[in-house]
């Protein structure tokens, strides 16, 4: 599996801005797509972002305009430039690489069969 870390969450007011950071442990730099999850207290899980390895970008209607994904390839790391933040965008959210990804481990490339996710940051916007 590709191992993933988040950074970067943290509490604001709203109307404010932050960035979250994603590391990758492996080598995903022939093909992988990553996306933004996020899960608010008593919600599923939802999708914010996802990120082709070319930065075609997609992003739910809420965060539009508002959020904005990108990727280091080189660097194997995903970004999500948050602005405007509103209340309603309190929750834990994920980093994931998604299934299909294509990364290298113990010198072997591999498929990865399921969505990896990371451990979670924390954001809380207050009003």
């Given at each position: 599996?590709v191992?993933?870390?988040?950074?970067?969450?943290?509490?604001?007011?709203?109307?404010?801005?932050?960035?979250?950071?994603?590391?990758?442990?492996a080598?995903?730099?022939?093909?992988c797509?990553?996306g933004?999850?996020?899960?608010?207290p008593?919600?599923?899980?939802?999708?914010?972002?996802?990120?082709?390895?070319?930065?075609?970008t997609?992003?739910?209607?809420?965060v539009?305009?508002?959020?904005?994904?990108?990727?280091?390839?080189?660097?194997?790391?995903?970004?999500?430039?948050?602005?405007?933040?509103?209340?309603?965008?309190?929750?834990?959210?994920?980093?994931?690489?998604?299934?299909?990804?294509?990364?290298?481990?113990?010198?072997?490339?591999?498929?990865?069969?399921?969505?990896?996710?990371?451990?979670?940051t924390?954001?809380?916007?207050?009003?």
């Amino acid at each position: 599996a590709v191992e993933l870390v988040e950074s970067g969450g943290g509490s604001v007011q709203a109307g404010g801005s932050l960035m979250l950071s994603c590391v990758a442990s492996a080598d995903i730099r022939i093909t992988c797509d990553m996306g933004w999850y996020r899960q608010a207290p008593g919600n599923e899980r939802e999708l914010v972002s996802t990120i082709t390895m070319e930065g075609v970008t997609t992003y739910t209607d809420s965060v539009k305009g508002r959020f904005t994904i990108s990727r280091d390839n080189a660097k194997k790391t995903l970004h999500l430039q948050m602005n405007s933040l509103k209340t309603e965008d309190t929750a834990v959210y994920y980093c994931a690489a998604e299934r299909g990804c294509i990364y290298l481990s113990g010198g072997v490339y591999r498929n990865l069969a399921d969505r990896s996710w990371g451990q979670g940051t924390q954001v809380t916007v207050s009003s």
